[in-house]
């Protein structure tokens, strides 16, 4: 895989955008658009999205009796609800270009995910939101972003979440677990660490991919974290 030094894919959690018991919130969108476009402004990087649908639902979520392929289904049909909430308000803030990418056709509503088609964009310098996963059941939306992130020619994968970095063990359970300011893919691997699915891990550790972990809460920081600041997370490598 040839990388661009200047292409980084962010994987935000479906989490981010709803709040106080409410799925969707419309405010929540905003900071994020608003945070996106400053780190582009900041980083002159090319930046493209993967988001999640935590929010509303996951496959996971059904109940046993329920077909698994059929529920996981319904969650990537949610993680469009995101992208176009997320879409909306990027434009609305600004970012008049930025394209919303779906791995199954919807055309009424976004362009079909077409891997050449995406790096056009990102050249272009338009922000890329894909969702849909990888549009197939059984996978999830941590296994989409690796293997988006081989198929752009992306440095480094963003991985957004609600600590920041990766410990041993659960920090908001175990007061005394202890984070790692880096570690190795066979390492997180062997560990199973569960901040990303172990076939993430494997599809990043194959394309040579690094994976950067930190706290939402940081994400103004990421034009930090593009010029090789990795101080306020975990970043997984060989």
Do not use: W
């Not at 293997?147 to 752009?152: G, K, N, T």
Request: hydrophobic share 40%.
């Amino acid at each position: 895989m040839t990388e661009n030094k200047d292409r980084v894919i962010l994987k935000l959690s479906g989490e981010l955008f709803g709040e106080n018991g409410n799925h969707i919130d419309f405010h929540k969108y905003n900071i994020v658009a608003r945070n996106l476009i400053e780190i582009q402004r900041k980083s002159q990087a090319e930046v493209a999205i993967v988001v999640g649908a935590g929010n509303i639902f996951r496959g996971r979520q059904a109940d046993s009796s329920v077909d698994h392929t059929e529920a996981d289904s319904m969650g990537m049909v949610a993680t469009v609800i995101n992208g176009i909430g997320l879409r909306e308000a990027l434009v609305r803030n600004g970012a008049e270009d930025t394209r919303l990418m779906t791995a199954f056709n919807l055309p009424e509503i976004a362009e079909p995910y077409i891997k050449n088609k995406g790096i056009h964009h990102l050249k272009y310098g338009r922000m890329v939101i894909i969702a849909g996963g990888l549009g197939h059941p059984n996978f999830s939306t941590d296994s989409a972003v690796a293997q988006y992130a081989d198929e752009l020619q992306c440095r480094l994968v963003l991985k957004a979440s609600t600590i920041d970095g990766i410990y041993d063990k659960d920090p908001k359970k175990y007061p005394e677990a202890i984070k790692y300011s880096e570690i190795t893919y066979r390492e997180a691997l062997s560990q199973r660490l569960e901040v990303m699915d172990l076939t993430a891990f494997t599809m990043c550790m194959r394309s040579k991919i690094p994976i950067f972990v930190f706290d939402i809460k940081d994400l103004s920081r990421l034009p930090d974290v593009i010029r090789g600041d990795y101080s306020f997370g975990t970043i997984v490598r060989d």
